[in-house]
């Protein structure tokens, strides 16, 4: 087991550019957790997919945000435009819904620093 | 996701318990109690659940008071390892019988002593 992985684990950008971050999950997981953490704050939910279906956006996540996971195995998240406030790490989670309880498994997150 | 409350922070000597306190007095009888723990630099990683009964694992224990308002996360001989943000959580089951998402707060930074 590999758990999650992410990638990169640190991208610096410049205001005004579109980056894209990368998460695997753990194989067979069949829900996908975005989440993002500033400095001293616990992580926010952003999104999750259950298989490739997008099933709830946080109003966190603006349209300059898109996530997809197209089949239902990785995920990416881009951010266009970037801004200086999306500075932050971004965490992935996966889990399989074995009832009302399942635990998540969290990747090592992307720091993203936008200059 | 209802709220707890937690001390910014704590306090222990390597190798003697840890009583972690987190208060939620608004809870709701379908309110599962979650602890999460994030180490410095890594993701969260899940630690111990309960619903009412207290609840042992491998890393934990979880007490949880009899009127479910408040309870504490228990490590019984703390280690260096074992300093990390510790997350007191409240997961509720929606009217589809499953839940999502986590709601964070800011959580109890640990700090463990040699």
């Known amino acids: 087991d590999t758990g999650v992985s992410q990638d990169p684990r640190h991208k610096i950008t410049k205001r005004g550019q579109n980056v894209t971050f990368r998460c695997d999950p753990i194989s067979e997981h069949n829900r996908l957790y975005w989440y993002r953490q500033t400095l001293g704050q616990g992580p926010e939910f952003l999104t999750y997919f259950q298989n490739e279906a997008q099933l709830e956006k946080s109003r966190l996540l603006s349209d300059r945000f898109s996530a997809e996971r197209p089949k239902g195995s990785f995920s990416t998240l881009e951010i266009q435009r970037t801004e200086q406030g999306d500075s932050a790490m971004y965490l992935c989670a996966s889990s399989i819904m074995t009832g009302p309880q399942e635990t998540q498994y969290f990747g090592p997150g992307t720091r993203l620093l936008v200059l | 996701d209802a709220k707890t409350t937690q001390p910014n922070s704590m306090e222990s000597n390597e190798e003697e318990p840890v009583h972690l306190p987190c208060n939620h007095s608004?809870?709701?009888?379908?309110?599962?109690i979650h602890w999460y723990r994030q180490l410095p630099s890594q993701g969260p990683e899940y630690v111990i659940h309960?619903?009412?009964s207290n609840v042992n694992n491998r890393m934990a224990s979880l007490a949880i008071a009899e009127d479910r308002k408040s309870s504490t996360l228990i490590l019984h001989r703390a280690t260096l390892r074992d300093a990390a943000v510790y997350y007191c959580?409240?997961?509720?089951?929606?009217?589809?019988?499953?839940?999502?998402?986590?709601?964070f707060g800011k959580g109890t930074l640990l700090t463990v002593n040699p």
């Open positions: 309960g619903l009412t």
């Open positions: 959580i409240l997961r509720e089951v929606n009217s589809g019988g499953s839940n999502y998402k986590l709601t």
């Open positions: 608004t809870i709701s009888g379908t309110d599962y």
